[in-house]
């Protein structure tokens, strides 16, 4: 039965793969195989116990400096409880501040931290690297010399990150610390390495619930920022100990995947329950069951988000109250389960989704024991989580959102006349649309002049291969398990 399953998986991967991505044959593979048995492993009751700690490193006096240095959240049992602050009322008229936000950028668990990773945040290519004291790092993706992307590059024995065209290194701050080309003249690598034009930009980074998050603004003002706010406002607090947390545990690993929709739509679509029936048919709920979705907002929109009050008028699925918390996360939650989504923008065209399960242990899931069972059994192996149930969910809608917005930027992005919505279904969508409008303001990577890459084919969008599979830690050892 094992091996009839990873069969499928290959198939699912050939099918939904586009023809670019390396051959399977390339792939590694581990020694002494042996058919694959699932281990069901239970998840640590939460990811983050302890609000994280910023370690303040006395101001560099070179070209580079920054005042502050934020590090990574060592867990202590006697840190208390850190709480998720409350958004920033920000100053009527005034435009989102998007560059002064944490935002997630890679699952720890994916990154390999023997050598540096390239990702995308708001429009901004990065260089991830882990420096010689284990913290991680993040620097624009561009070397000062020539303008090769750092992220191709190595890590050195010291934790710096060196080119690979000319070899200069660079530290976690982003200044130049050796210029191969000018050994044996210290004065002049002096000189060179002090220069504000051989420094990189470098970002604070952090680790929470098992991500790694990046504040996105270089400047002395917000390497102050994240020392003073180390705690995203979009942090999931039953994650962050303290009474919220009580009987709270994280029942599946972060899933991330790259997807061809700008984040507007990716929100848009998030934020929108009724799509599921259809959409998502037989993965999560049927078309028979729609009743009459109703959705309505409960409080007027503030630059912090909204929530609105969802009755899917299913006597399985009570009335709840999803949430959209600026700038990213997004909440379904009951009183049984939660699901936490981010819909992050990487670049145009592109937004990244991650998402992940909390449960409350106190209370059971109304279903039979062994449905729980086999719920239980898929959620605690991440590649089965991964592959029958947010692949099928993401690609269940994924094409028709690339050619949707596509349609819409036609209509210059006037989403008011170019879509009807009668329905009170609806109104999250609506609401979502009056908050990028009302507080949003130019959302990086979304801006009207930003240019748009070519539209894809359906097999490009549903390639999960270059999406997923090729970051993701989990699939990445399972699909070399079945390469016979």
């Given at each position: 039965?094992?091996?009839?399953?990873?069969?499928?998986?290959?198939?699912?991967?050939?099918?939904?793969?586009?023809?670019?991505?390396?051959?399977?044959?390339?792939?590694?593979?581990?020694?002494?195989?042996?058919?694959?048995?699932?281990?069901?492993?239970?998840?640590?009751?939460?990811?983050?116990?302890?609000?994280?700690?910023?370690?303040?490193?006395?101001?560099?006096?070179?070209?580079?400096?920054?005042?502050?240095?934020?590090?990574?959240?060592?867990?202590?049992?006697?840190?208390?409880?850190?709480t998720v602050p409350a958004p920033a009322a920000e100053p009527?008229?005034?435009?989102?501040?998007?560059?002064?936000?944490?935002?997630?950028?890679?699952?720890?668990?994916?990154?390999?931290?023997?050598?540096?990773?390239?990702?995308?945040?708001?429009?901004?290519?990065?260089?991830?690297?882990?420096?010689?004291?284990?913290?991680?790092?993040?620097?624009?993706?561009?070397?000062?010399?020539?303008?090769?992307?750092?992220?191709?590059?190595?890590?050195?024995?010291?934790?710096?990150?060196?080119?690979?065209?000319?070899?200069?290194?660079?530290?976690?701050?982003?200044?130049?610390?050796?210029?191969p080309q000018l050994r044996g003249d210290e004065r002049a690598?002096?000189?060179?390495?002090?220069?504000?034009?051989?420094?990189?930009?470098?970002?604070?980074?952090?680790?929470?619930?098992?991500?790694?998050?990046?504040?996105?603004?270089?400047?002395?003002?917000?390497?102050?920022?994240?020392?003073?706010?180390?705690?995203?406002?979009?942090?999931?607090?039953?994650?962050?100990?303290?009474?919220?947390?009580?009987?709270?545990?994280?029942?599946?690993?972060?899933?991330?995947?790259?997807?061809?929709?700008?984040?507007?739509t990716l929100v848009e679509n998030l934020i929108d329950p009724?799509?599921?029936?259809?959409?998502?048919?037989?993965?999560?709920?049927?078309?028979?069951?729609?009743?009459?979705?109703?959705?309505?907002?409960?409080?007027?929109?503030?630059?912090?988000?909204?929530?609105?009050?969802?009755?899917?008028?299913?006597?399985?699925?009570?009335?709840?109250?999803?949430?959209?918390?600026?700038?990213?996360?997004?909440?379904?939650?009951?009183?049984?389960?939660?699901?936490?989504?981010?819909?992050?923008?990487?670049?145009?065209?592109?937004?990244?989704?991650?998402?992940?399960?909390?449960?409350?242990?106190?209370?059971?899931?109304?279903?039979?024991?062994?449905?729980?069972?086999?719920?239980?059994?898929?959620?605690?192996?991440?590649?089965?989580?991964?592959?029958?149930?947010?692949?099928?969910?993401?690609?269940?809608?994924?094409?028709?959102?690339?050619?949707?917005?596509?349609?819409?930027?036609?209509?210059?992005?006037?989403?008011?006349?170019?879509?009807?919505?009668?329905?009170?279904?609806?109104?999250?969508?609506?609401?979502?649309?009056?908050?990028?409008?009302?507080?949003?303001?130019?959302?990086?990577?979304?801006?009207?002049?930003?240019?748009?890459?070519?539209?894809?084919?359906?097999?490009?969008?549903?390639?999960?291969?270059?999406?997923?599979?090729?970051?993701?830690?989990?699939?990445?050892?399972?699909?070399?398990?079945?390469?016979?």
């Amino acid at each position: 039965a094992h091996l009839k399953c990873f069969v499928f998986m290959y198939k699912m991967e050939r099918t939904c793969s586009s023809s670019v991505r390396p051959a399977y044959s390339k792939l590694p593979r581990l020694k002494g195989w042996q058919p694959f048995q699932p281990i069901v492993r239970p998840l640590p009751r939460t990811i983050a116990t302890s609000s994280p700690v910023v370690t303040v490193t006395e101001p560099s006096t070179g070209p580079c400096n920054h005042q502050t240095d934020v590090g990574s959240p060592p867990v202590s049992s006697s840190a208390a409880p850190a709480t998720v602050p409350a958004p920033a009322a920000e100053p009527a008229g005034q435009p989102f501040p998007w560059f002064s936000h944490w935002y997630p950028v890679a699952v720890l668990s994916d990154l390999d931290p023997r050598r540096p990773h390239a990702t995308h945040l708001l429009g901004i290519p990065l260089a991830l690297w882990r420096d010689a004291q284990g913290q991680w790092r993040a620097v624009e993706d561009r070397c000062p010399h020539r303008l090769a992307p750092l992220s191709e590059g190595r890590v050195e024995a010291d934790g710096s990150l060196q080119c690979a065209y000319h070899g200069w290194q660079f530290d976690g701050r982003g200044a130049c610390t050796h210029i191969p080309q000018l050994r044996g003249d210290e004065r002049a690598q002096g000189v060179a390495c002090a220069s504000r034009r051989a420094c990189v930009r470098a970002f604070p980074c952090q680790q929470l619930h098992g991500l790694l998050w990046v504040l996105p603004d270089a400047s002395e003002q917000g390497w102050s920022k994240a020392a003073q706010e180390p705690v995203p406002s979009t942090a999931i607090k039953e994650l962050m100990g303290g009474p919220e947390a009580e009987g709270w545990r994280q029942t599946t690993q972060w899933y991330a995947r790259d997807v061809p929709n700008r984040f507007d739509t990716l929100v848009e679509n998030l934020i929108d329950p009724s799509h599921v029936p259809f959409a998502h048919h037989g993965v999560q709920g049927r078309r028979e069951s729609e009743k009459g979705t109703v959705t309505k907002l409960f409080e007027e929109l503030t630059a912090g988000g909204f929530s609105f009050d969802y009755d899917p008028k299913n006597p399985r699925f009570p009335p709840s109250r999803p949430m959209f918390r600026a700038p990213t996360y997004i909440r379904y939650g009951s009183k049984f389960r939660t699901l936490n989504a981010y819909g992050v923008p990487t670049r145009p065209g592109w937004s990244r989704v991650y998402a992940t399960f909390t449960k409350d242990t106190r209370s059971n899931l109304p279903l039979p024991w062994f449905i729980n069972a086999i719920y239980s059994f898929i959620e605690s192996t991440p590649w089965l989580e991964h592959l029958f149930q947010r692949h099928l969910v993401l690609e269940g809608d994924a094409y028709m959102l690339h050619v949707q917005e596509r349609l819409l930027l036609q209509e210059k992005g006037n989403w008011k006349d170019s879509f009807y919505m009668p329905a009170p279904a609806d109104s999250s969508v609506i609401a979502m649309r009056r908050w990028l409008d009302e507080f949003g303001g130019r959302v990086p990577t979304c801006e009207p002049d930003t240019p748009m890459p070519p539209q894809m084919s359906k097999r490009q969008v549903l390639d999960r291969y270059s999406q997923h599979t090729q970051h993701c830690s989990h699939c990445k050892k399972a699909l070399r398990n079945i390469e016979l």
